[in-house]
C-alpha cells in the first residue's frame, strides 16, 4: 500500500536475494492476472442468457431480446447506475431495480394463484394464516425457480401466472417511471416515451428473472440467490457462510504469519542515519505550472462537496434544496454522477500534479518545453472534466440519449460515467502525462545501472495508469451486463485501488530516499515488497465486487478469500506510523503536515479500507448488505480518507519545497487537518453508519425489496440519521475551504518567486 512505504520490515539479507524481488513481483501478476482473466472468461461463458423471446406458455410473445437490450441502453443512457441500482449495483436512494421488480412481480403471480387477482399486497400475504402463507410462499417460489429457459431456441417460457403477473409489473412501471417518486427522487417525466417505458421495464424484468430462475444443474439463482427475499425463495447459498468463515480464518491466519516474519525480520539498517538537512529551492518552469494543477483540483474539491451536500440532501427533501426546487435542472443522479466524478478527478489530479512535479525532481534536469507540455496538458484535462460534467448532465436531463448518450454523456456505470469520447480523451491525457514524466526521469533512468531500480520502478508504476484505466474500453452500452460489471471493476478496483496505490507507493519510497528518510536500496526492497503483498491479493480481489452479477459461483470463493487476504498489507499501517514518528526531528518540523496527512492516509486505510471494507467482503454479509448504506460506509472513508489525504499528502510535500516560507501557512494546514478528519469522522459516527446498520436489519428481518422500500427510506430513522450528518458536513467543509485557501496562497506567492533552470541542488531555506 501507498502508506507502508517509509518502514516496511525487510531482512538485512544480502544484494542478491534482493535482486529476485522483481521477478517475485512478475511472477505474483502473471498468477494473479492469469486467474481474473481465466475468472472473466468464465463470467461470459455462464452469464445468464437473454431469451430472444420471453413467451407465456400459450406462445404468446410477452418480450423480445431486443426490447431487454434497448433498455439497457435507455436506462444507462439517463443515468443508469445513479438512479436507482441493477443486481446491487449503483445507488441507494431509489429502488433496486432487481429487488423491486422481484417482489412486485412475486406478489401479483401470488395474486393469481391465491384468488385469481393481481392486485395483490404484502399486507395480503401478511394478513394470511401461517400454514397458508407458507404454501402459497412455497407455490411462488416453484414458479420462479423453475427454470423454463431453452437453450436450444432461446425462448423462455412463462407459467400462466406468472405472465398476469409480469403485466401487473409493466402496468405499475408505466405509473413509475413517468411519474416518479419523491421520497426517492425520481423526477415526474423521467421517461416520456411509452416505448422507452417498455424496453426499460423489459430489462428490469430480465434482470429480476436472473435472479430468481436456478441455474443449470444448481440449486440457487444466476445472481446466487440475490436479492433476498422469502417470497421469491431466494435465500444464501450455503456455501456462502463456508466461504465466509474460511475467509474470517485465512486474515487471521494470515495476519499472524505476516507479523511473525514481519518482527523476526525487522532491521534498524533501513532508516537513514544521515543528518537531515531539508531546505525550501527555486521551482523550475514546469513545476510552477504542475503547481496549477494544484489549484485546478482544490476547485474541484470544492464543487464535489457542494455536489455532496445536494445528493445527501435529496434523501430527506426528494425533489428540493431547503425548499429551493432544484430538482428540474440538478436533479439526483446529475448531483451524484458529479460527486462521484469530481472525487475522482480532483484526486486523480493531485497524484498526476505529482508525478509531473517529482519528474524533474528525481531526474535532476528541465527538459526543454517542459513547462509548455505540462500546460498543455492541463488545458486539455480541463476540457475533459468539463466537457464531461456537462454531457453527462445533459444525458440525465434527456438531451442525449441512446449512443449519443454513450459516446458524449453519461455511460451509465457507477465511476466510469464519462462518456465514450472524453475518456478516450482522458486516455491520450495519461499517455501524454507518461511521455511527459518519461523525458524528465531519463538521466535518473541511466545512473540506476539495472531496470529493476527505483527510478525504472517509478516509470513501470506510471505506466500503468493510463494502462489499466483503459480497460474501461472494453465494454459498451450494449454488453452483456455481467461482463460490462467485469470491466468496469477492473477500472475501479484495480486502477483506483490497486495500481494508482502503487505508483503513489513508489512516488512516496522515491521521495522518502531523496529526502534521506530511507536508504534507497530499503526502500526499493520496500516498494517491491509492498506491491508483492497488495497485487498478490488485491488482483484477484477483484471477484469480491462480482458475487451477484451474474458470475458462476466459484467467483464468491476466490474473492471471498483473496479480499481477506487484502487486509493483511494494511496491518502493516500502525508499524509504519510508529516509525513515522521515530523521524529525525528536524525533517518532521519541517515536513510536518505532508507527514500528517500521510498519518491520516494510514488510519484511514486501516479502518475505512481496512475494518469497514472487510465488513462488506465477507460473502454471507455481502448478501444481505449488497446495494444499502453500508457500502457508503467503506466508500466515504477510504475514498477520501485514503485516497483524498494521500492526495493532499502528495500535494504538501511538493509545496513544501518550492513554496515560500512566508506563503506557508501553518495555522490554515493544521485547521484544515483536524476539521477534514474530524468532520469525516462525525460524519459516520452520527449519519452513515447508523443508517447503514438500521438498513442493513431490515434487509436480514425483511428483504433487501424491503430494506430499499419507501417505507424504510422515508422513515423517522433514516431521514434523522441523514440530517445527523450535517455537523460533520459542515466542520469537512470548513476544513476544505481551508486547504484550498492555503493552496492558494501558496500558489500565489510561488509564481511570483523566480525559477531555476536545472533542479540540481537544493537552495537556501531563506527563499
Known amino acids: 500500500m501507498a502508506n507502508s512505504t517509509l518502514g516496511i520490515a525487510t531482512p538485512a539479507s544480502p544484494s542478491r536475494r534482493s535482486l529476485s524481488l522483481p521477478a517475485w513481483l512478475v511472477l505474483v501478476c502473471v498468477i494473479t492476472f492469469t486467474v481474473l482473466i481465466g475468472a472473466g472468461a468464465a463470467i461470459w461463458k455462464n452469464a445468464p442468457p437473454i431469451p430472444a423471446t420471453v413467451q407465456s406458455s400459450q406462445q404468446e410473445i410477452v418480450l423480445r431480446a431486443e426490447d431487454i437490450e434497448r433498455g439497457q441502453v435507455t436506462y444507462l443512457g439517463r443515468g443508469g447506475q445513479h438512479i436507482g441500482s441493477i443486481w446491487g449495483h449503483g445507488s441507494y436512494l431509489a429502488p433496486d431495480w432487481t429487488a423491486d421488480v422481484l417482489h412486485r412481480w412475486g406478489l401479483a403471480t401470488a395474486g393469481v394463484l391465491y384468488a385469481n387477482d393481481t392486485h395483490f399486497s404484502q399486507a395480503d400475504l401478511e394478513a394470511l394464516p401461517a400454514p397458508e402463507r407458507a404454501k402459497l410462499q412455497a407455490e411462488v417460489s416453484q414458479e420462479f425457480k423453475i427454470n423454463r429457459y431453452d437453450a436450444n431456441t432461446r425462448a423462455l417460457t412463462l407459467t400462466a401466472a406468472q405472465t398476469r403477473g409480469l403485466q401487473q409489473v409493466f402496468e405499475d412501471y408505466q405509473v413509475l417511471l413517468a411519474h416518479g417518486s419523491r421520497i426517492h427522487s425520481i423526477p415526474d417525466g423521467w421517461f416520456t416515451d411509452n416505448q422507452q417505458i417498455h424496453d426499460v421495464t423489459a430489462f428490469f424484468s430480465w434482470t429480476a428473472w436472473a435472479a430468481a430462475a436456478n441455474r443449470p444443474n444448481a440449486p440457487f439463482s444466476y445472481t446466487a440467490n440475490w436479492p433476498h427475499d422469502d417470497l421469491i425463495g431466494n435465500q444464501p447459498p450455503g456455501q456462502f457462510l463456508v466461504w465466509s468463515i474460511v475467509s474470517v480464518i485465512v486474515l487471521i491466519a494470515a495476519i499472524a504469519l505476516f507479523l511473525f516474519v514481519y518482527l523476526e525480520q525487522e532491521s534498524s539498517d533501513e532508516v537513514q542515519t544521515v543528518p537531515l538537512q531539508p531546505a525550501l529551492r527555486l521551482a523550475t518552469p514546469s513545476q510552477k505550472v504542475s503547481s496549477l494543477f494544484f489549484g485546478v483540483a482544490m476547485a474541484l474539491f470544492l464543487v464535489q462537496i457542494i455536489m455532496g451536500m445536494v445528493t445527501a440532501h435529496y434523501a430527506v427533501e426528494g425533489d428540493s434544496f431547503y425548499g429551493v426546487p432544484i430538482q428540474q435542472f440538478m436533479p439526483y443522479a446529475a448531483s451524484r454522477t458529479w460527486h462521484l466524478q469530481l472525487a475522482v478527478f480532483w484526486i486523480a489530479t493531485c497524484w498526476l500534479a505529482a508525478g509531473l512535479y517529482f519528474g524533474p525532481r528525481f531526474g535532476k ?29 445533459a444525458s440525465v436531463q434527456g438531451f442525449l440519449t441512446g449512443d449519443a448518450s454513450f459516446l458524449f454523456g453519461h455511460q451509465g456505470y457507477e465511476y466510469v460515467e464519462l462518456g465514450r ?10 499517455v501524454f502525462w507518461l511521455w511527459l514524466m518519461y523525458r524528465a526521469l531519463q538521466p535518473a533512468l541511466k545512473t540506476d545501472g539495472n531496470r529493476t531500480g527505483l527510478n525504472h520502478f517509478f516509470l513501470y508504476s506510471a505506466i500503468t495508469i493510463p494502462l489499466f484505466y483503459a480497460a474501461g474500453l472494453m465494454y459498451t452500452n450494449h454488453t452483456h451486463l455481467s461482463v460490462a460489471e467485469y470491466w468496469r471493476w477492473w477500472v475501479v478496483h484495480l486502477w483506483v485501488e490497486g495500481f494508482f496505490e502503487v505508483f503513489a507507493t513508489v512516488t512516496i ?25 497488495y497485487l498478490g491479493s488485491g488482483v484477484i480481489g477483484t471477484l469480491h465486487h462480482l458475487y451477484f452479477a451474474g458470475t458462476p459461483s466459484f467467483i464468491a470463493a476466490m474473492g471471498a478469500v483473496a ?28 515536513y510536518r503536515w505532508p507527514l500528517r496527512f500521510f498519518l491520516a492516509t494510514c488510519f484511514w486505510n486501516l479502518v475505512g479500507a481496512g475494518v469497514f471494507g472487510f465488513l462488506i467482503n465477507p460473502p454471507i454479509v455481502l448478501y444481505y448488505s449488497q446495494g444499502l448504506n453500508t457500502t457508503p460506509i467503506h466508500a466515504h472513508s477510504a475514498l477520501f480518507g485514503v485516497y483524498g489525504s494521500l492526495a493532499l499528502a502528495l500535494m504538501l510535500f511538493a509545496l513544501r519545497e518550492i513554496v515560500p516560507e512566508r506563503a506557508w501557512n501553518e495555522k490554515l494546514l493544521r485547521f484544515s487537518f483536524w476539521s477534514l478528519n474530524g468532520g469525516l469522522v462525525i460524519m459516520m459516527v452520527f449519519g452513515l453508519i447508523p443508517n447503514g446498520f438500521y438498513q442493513l436489519v431490515q434487509s436480514v428481518n425483511h428483504g433487501t425489496w424491503y430494506a ?38 501558496a500558489i500565489a506567492a510561488l509564481l511570483r518567486q523566480p525559477t531555476q533552470t536545472e533542479p540540481k541542488t537544493m537552495t537556501s531555506s531563506k527563499v
Do not use: H
Not at 479480499?563 to 496491518?571: K, N
Not at 430499499?708 to 476544505?736: C, H, K, N
Open 365 to 393: 534536469q528541465e527538459p526543454k518545453g517542459q513547462a509548455w507540455g505540462n500546460g498543455g496538458l492541463l488545458i486539455a484535462l480541463t476540457v475533459v472534466v468539463v466537457g464531461s460534467l456537462i454531457g453527462s448532465w
Open 708 to 745: 430499499r422500500s419507501a417505507e424504510v427510506v422515508g422513515s423517522p430513522w433514516m431521514q434523522w440519521t441523514v440530517w445527523l450528518r450535517i455537523p460533520g458536513d459542515i466542520v469537512f467543509s470548513l476544513g476544505a475551504i481551508a486547504i484550498v485557501l492555503f493552496t492558494v496562497q
Open 421 to 430: 469520447l472524453w475518456q478516450v480523451l482522458l486516455i491520450g491525457g495519461m
Open 509 to 533: 519510497a522515491y521521495l522518502c530516499s531523496e529526502l534521506g528518510f530511507l536508504k534507497k536500496s530499503s526502500a526499493l526492497r520496500a516498494t517491491y515488497l509492498t506491491a508483492i503483498l
Open 563 to 590: 479480499s481477506a487476504l487484502e487486509v493483511v498489507p494494511l496491518t502493516l499501517i500502525g508499524f509504519e506510523v510508529v516509525k513515522t514518528l521515530r523521524l529525525s526531528q528536524e525533517a518532521e518540523g519541517f
